[in-house]
């Protein structure tokens, strides 16, 4: 039988096990707080912060919200941000991406306080996950890692291909799966959009991560007998229902199901740990700046 991983029910448990930590930094006086900021009115960005602020709420992290006019010049976002760095109540925050085309956003993520960017996605914050001394995982990559443990995959001495390389998710997770450490020490494949005979590297890998954005781009006949796939791909797809449309991953889930020993489904398997994860770099962005030790 394959395992169905159920991110969901991951997700839940990482959030249970948080709300100590987040009652030991309130006792003190120092309640997690963390902030969204979205410049523009882009309906799926809305989307997404909604729902982290309801997360937080759900868990009892302060939420605050900074909107900026989408037709704004960098610098009202600047100006944003650097209230953001100055703000003692607020551990950490995240810009939503996209931000608008005359934003840039590397210039954006420069600007965020190492100590307070929570998405992990500073170039000191990259500098540290290479080196081995990350402050903050990415969420989607920390999900995914957090995901193989509770399905109880032991990445030492695997072979995992990666689908993907882009700065959020395929390049992180990889830099985190070839670290010398107990949830690393595996053998990574990165592979884009210029890789040469993909389902061969996806066909010999014991693990595989779909991250391109491509929908059901991995099928069955790409996965080798036994192997787990995390699929980290959400697409909207058209369809015959009220919506007009639906999600879909970039795994072809029933014929890769038919191969597979464990797989995630779409949604329900890496979105929900992306959330949870991004409430856990909250808590131990507070837990650093109050200093005040909490187990995580
Ligand atoms: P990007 O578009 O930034 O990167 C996609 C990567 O996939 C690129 O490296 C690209 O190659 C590669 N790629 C595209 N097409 C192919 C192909 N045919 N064969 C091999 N590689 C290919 O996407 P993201 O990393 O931001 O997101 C990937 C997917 O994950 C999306 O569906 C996104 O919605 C989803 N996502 C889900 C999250 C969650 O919480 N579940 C969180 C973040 C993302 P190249 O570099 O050559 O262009």
């Known amino acids: 039988m394959t395992e169905i991983i159920d991110g969901n029910a991951v997700a839940s448990q990482i959030r249970e096990d948080l709300t100590d930590a987040i009652e030991t930094l309130a006792d003190a006086g120092a309640r ?14 809305e989307t997404y912060v909604n729902m982290k602020q309801r997360d937080c709420e759900e868990v ?5 919200h900074v909107d900026v006019d989408g037709d704004a010049p960098p610098e009202t976002l600047y100006d944003e941000i650097g209230e953001l760095n100055g703000n003692d109540d607020v551990h950490g925050y ?12 590397r210039e954006v993520i420069r600007r965020v306080d190492p100590a307070k960017d929570v998405d992990g996605f500073h170039p000191e914050n990259v500098g540290r996950l290479v080196a081995g001394d990350a402050r903050f995982r990415p969420c989607t990559p920390h999900g995914v890692q957090k995901l193989l443990e509770a399905a109880d995959v032991d990445t030492e001495g ?3 291909t990666i689908v993907g390389r882009s700065d959020i998710v395929g390049k992180p997770l990889a830099n985190l799966l070839i670290q010398k450490a107990d949830d690393g020490n595996a053998t990574v494949t990165v592979c884009h959009s210029r890789t040469d005979d993909l389902a061969e590297k996806t066909r010999s890998a014991d693990i595989v991560v779909a991250a391109a954005g ?3 781009l991995v099928d ?23 919506k007009g449309y639906e999600l879909v991953g970039d795994v072809e889930f029933e014929s890769a199901k038919e191969k597979a020993s464990a797989i995630t489904p779409v949604p329900g398997g890496v979105g929900p740990m992306t959330r949870a994860m991004l409430l856990y770099n ?14 995580l």
């Open 32 to 45: 997690p707080g963390l902030a969204t900021v979205l410049m523009g009115d882009d309906p799926a960005s």
């Open 60 to 64: 009892g992290i302060e939420s605050y």
């Open 94 to 105: 995240i810009v939503q991406a996209p931000v608008p085309d005359h934003v840039d956003y």
């Open 158 to 160: 695997t072979d995992v």
């Open 214 to 216: 491509v929908p059901q």
């Open 220 to 242: 069955g006949s790409m996965v080798g007998e036994g192997a787990v796939v995390i699929d980290v791909g959400v697409n909207r797809v058209d369809a015959d229902n009220e």
């Open 282 to 295: 909250t808590v131990k962005a507070a837990s650093l700046q109050e200093d005040i030790d909490v187990e």
